[in-house]
């Protein structure tokens, strides 16, 4: 990588999350005037969010969500139920309006914009809507059944189209959500996990958009010939990107990426987001830390991923659409989160009396006097 692309300036920006914000919000939680711990997983996002953003009061108002659309010619080996002209057809339909995920935008209070990073339709008289990009890389990947699904030039392109996506929202900004729309993506997402997570393609491939029983055997043993004939890296994140990848993992990938820089916390999606979300953490570690994962979905590989990645899912709502519908549906919760952290008092605040510490139990008095 040359050193003054947009990519490897992004990489080179990205820093942890600040430990001493993680270690005053963990102080402050530590007092609520509730049991200790007692709300759970909301107060680990909390603690997360003082430390993406280095504040103890942050704000995530401003919500962007980013569905990045990209078509697979591994599609031609039967490995989605779908034909693939669903793809620009669902893309129309969030420019309508009238999807799933701009429901649940909606009901986020989320911006959408929708980017055309390899779709393989003509796309032409769409691209005037203000809320699609234009950042076709091809008109989608090759049968990475037969070689590789990119140049690593193309990789690093969409890449860079994530970057520049969370770049251009920056301004108007707090928290970012991935989303994703392709026909056949499940089946680079699953064969990035079994690369980069070291697991055994069979156990990270699902039926994506509802295949049977032999359909679902027909793309495992496709997928497996594809890592065969590919042999990606496997701790090469855009080695595995450009094998066995997708334009809309890679753009992506660039989001989080992107987000990670600008010091803005960002909630993944399902199986494919999570896909993009490992290649990310490949190229950059500590992109990891500005991650939230918003559900786990019922693909077998979702969950794979993310112990690999060390997240806990906020939602396990049998989910298995995309769109970023589950990362929308999460943003509620880290509402909720930032008001935890924001406005519950501490005991001493409150002036509540504190758990007694000295209880004397049968058992305890038993034991001072043997
Ligand atoms: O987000 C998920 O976990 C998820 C699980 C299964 C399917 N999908 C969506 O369904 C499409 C891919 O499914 P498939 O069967 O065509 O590979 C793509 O548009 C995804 O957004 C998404
Ligand atoms: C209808 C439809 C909607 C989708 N949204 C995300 N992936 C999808 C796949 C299909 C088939």
């Not at 690093?156 to 989303?179: F, H, S």
Request: aromatic letters at 2%; glycine letters at 8%.
């Amino acid at each position: 990588m040359s050193p003054n692309t947009l990519l490897t300036q992004t990489l080179t920006a990205i820093t942890p999350a600040d430990s001493a914000m993680r270690q005053q919000a963990r102080a402050r939680l530590d007092q609520l005037a509730i049991p200790h711990g007692a709300l759970g997983q909301l107060m680990d996002v909390a603690e997360d969010l003082a430390a993406i953003t280095r504040t103890m009061t942050p704000s995530v108002k401003r919500k962007a969500i980013a569905v990045m659309a990209g078509d697979h010619g591994i599609v031609a080996a039967g490995v989605s139920k779908f034909p693939q002209a669903v793809t620009v057809e669902m893309v129309r339909n969030f420019l309508n309006g009238n999807a799933s995920i701009n429901a649940l935008a909606r009901q986020v209070d989320a911006s959408l914009t929708v980017v055309d990073a390899g779709v393989a339709g003509d796309l032409t008289e769409l691209y005037q809507h203000n809320a699609l990009w234009n950042r076709k890389v091809a008109p989608g990947t090759a049968d990475f059944s037969q070689g590789p699904a990119m140049s690593r030039a193309q990789a690093i392109q969409c890449l860079e189209v994530g970057i520049e996506v969370a770049n251009y929202l920056a301004e108007t900004t707090d928290i970012y959500a991935t989303g994703d729309m392709g026909i056949g993506n499940t089946s680079p997402s699953s064969a990035i996990i079994a690369c980069l997570c070291g697991c055994d393609i069979a156990t990270a491939t699902g039926r994506g958009t509802g295949l049977d029983d032999e359909a679902l055997n027909n793309k495992i043993a496709v997928l497996d010939n594809a890592l065969a004939i590919n042999q990606p890296t496997a701790d090469d994140g855009l080695d595995v990107l450009t094998k066995v990848g997708g334009f809309e993992i890679g753009a992506i990938a660039g989001l989080i990426l992107g987000a990670a820089a600008l010091r803005k916390p960002v909630v993944i999606d399902g199986i494919i987001s999570t896909a993009g979300a490992l290649i990310a953490a490949s190229l950059s570690p500590a992109c990891r830390d500005y991650m939230i994962a918003g559900h786990c979905s019922v693909e077998p590989g979702h969950r794979i991923a993310l112990n690999h990645l060390d997240k806990a899912p906020l939602l396990d709502l049998r989910l298995r659409l995309g769109e970023g519908t589950g990362a929308a549906l999460a943003m509620n919760l880290v509402d909720a989160a930032v008001a935890v952290l924001t406005e519950i008092a501490t005991f001493e605040e409150a002036a509540i009396s504190q758990a007694d510490t000295t209880i004397t139990t049968p058992q305890s008095q038993e034991n001072a006097t043997s």
